[in-house]
């Protein structure tokens, strides 16, 4: 088989397991689509088509043929609940929209392959991540450039430390007083003894305790002095393990089913460790593919309005769970603008689809268009639950091309000063 053209020679790529016995499940039919072969590798996935050879007689001699190939951290595998129609099934999220389902022939082959490939994915980021780190301490010519840890630990910054340091009132308040404290061969070692077992800590997902020891090793190494060659190699070992440690939480909170437990002590986390900025980015873009997922999976048959109230519920509900889930991880005031910049976007972009769906030349039905408007403005005020108004924004948004300000009020006008019985006699009406 040749698959250069999916996965291209790199040194060090290779092949850590095949399974055969597997097919791909229609995501429409949930019927078997074609057999086929998965090459696991050390940083990707490639699926394989197994097709029968049309050049000879004997028909159990198949080719196999390349059919897609994605990178471990692009896709995460999901084991399916076995029912009596359905049995070792896998689910695939590709990264950011696109699911398939993969089933194998036996229980055994589908463990194993979970396994593996959860390994491969840990190891492929950790690997990354000492990658990103070894950059990190390239760059220490240039202050800005260094994460936090670095900043806080090198000596350029140590006096701005111990500023902040003063200021939060530790229980040390006199600390920048003092003269910088001599660290025993002893010490040096009980912390390089530390980076250690941060490796073990990470490897098994002790995330709180990696992170106390990330802090220890802070605590440890300000305002100290010790042979300059020797903490500075402490330095970059510390850095390497924040830097995976990080990339291992991220991971979990950018989860498609992460729960909201776990998101509040994964921001807790990233924001002890100095990432406040990044853990807020990661888990709004999370939140916006999860958008983009759930109103994909909707599906269309014809009833404009049917499909518009189950969109705007979608939307709106995700909307608002979002900023719960945000201001229960995020406690900080100042971080509250970057949601409302994010709701709003959302919100914009449900209007977005609305107009291409509602006002389409075909489709300007004053009857269909009045029930869309409906459905709209009634889920948008959800959003007044987790303190956000968009009311005014959305009207905004969903003004009609080419039809005056004055008819698009009208549809308003006329929607409040309909009865219960005039709506129900609305609502019976089809699309």
């Known amino acids: 088989m040749i698959f250069q053209n999916f996965v291209p020679l790199e040194p060090g790529r290779h092949i850590i397991r095949e399974c055969s016995n597997f097919v791909e499940i229609s995501m429409n039919t949930n019927k078997p689509k074609h057999a086929v072969h998965l090459f696991l590798l050390n940083d990707c ?225 990233l924001l002890r460790l100095g990432y406040g900025e990044q853990a807020r980015e990661q888990f709004l873009s999370a939140r916006t593919n999860n958008i983009r997922i759930r109103t994909k999976q909707l599906k269309f048959e014809g009833d404009i309005p049917q499909y518009i109230n189950e969109l705007s519920l979608v939307h709106f509900t995700l909307i608002k769970n979002t900023c719960d889930w945000y201001s229960a991880a995020f406690k900080d005031i100042k971080m509250s603008s970057g949601l409302v910049k994010w709701a709003k976007e959302e919100v914009e972009h449900y209007a977005s689809m609305f107009q291409r769906q509602v006002y389409s030349a075909h489709n300007r039905d004053d009857k269909i268009v009045r029930r869309c408007l409906k459905y709209a403005r009634d889920h948008c005020l959800m959003l007044r639950e987790v303190g956000l108004d968009f009311k005014f924004l959305l009207d905004t948004l969903l003004q009609l091309d080419g039809i005056s300000r004055a008819a698009n009020n009208t549809v308003y006008e006329s929607l409040s000063g309909l009865t219960e019985e005039e709506e129900d006699l609305l609502d019976s009406y089809g699309a």
């Not at 197994?50 to 994605?70: G, H, M, S």
């Not at 780190?133 to 202050?143: G, K, P, T, W, Y």
């Not at 630990?153 to 404290?181: C, D, E, V, W, Y």
């Open 45 to 269: 996935l490639l699926i394989a088509v197994k097709k029968k050879r049309q050049a000879t007689k004997d028909t159990t001699k198949i080719k196999l043929v390349a059919d897609r190939c994605w990178s471990l951290d692009d896709v995460s595998l999901i084991d399916m609940k076995d029912t009596d129609g359905s049995k070792n099934f896998i689910k695939v999220l590709k990264h950011p929209t696109d699911q398939f389902i993969f089933q194998s022939s036996n229980a055994e082959e589908k463990k194993n392959l979970m396994n593996m490939t959860k390994r491969a994915t840990d190891e492929m980021m950790s690997a990354k991540a000492v990658k990103h780190a070894d950059s990190v301490i390239n760059a220490q010519n240039n202050q800005q450039q260094l994460t936090p840890l670095i900043r806080s630990l090198s000596r350029r910054g140590r006096n701005a430390l111990t500023s902040s340091l003063r200021n939060q009132k530790t229980s040390s308040p006199k600390i920048s007083a003092k003269s910088p404290r001599e660290l025993s061969f002893n010490d040096l070692r009980e912390i390089e003894d530390l980076a250690d077992r941060l490796d073990v800590q990470i490897a098994t997902r002790e995330f709180d305790q990696a992170v106390e020891s990330i802090e220890k090793a802070k605590a440890a190494l300000t305002n100290v002095s010790a042979d300059a060659t020797r903490l500075d190699s402490i330095r970059v070992k510390m850095e390497d393990r924040v830097v995976r440690l990080s990339y291992a939480i991220s991971r979990d909170l950018t989860n498609p089913n992460v729960k909201k437990t776990q998101v509040q002590k994964c921001v807790k986390w």
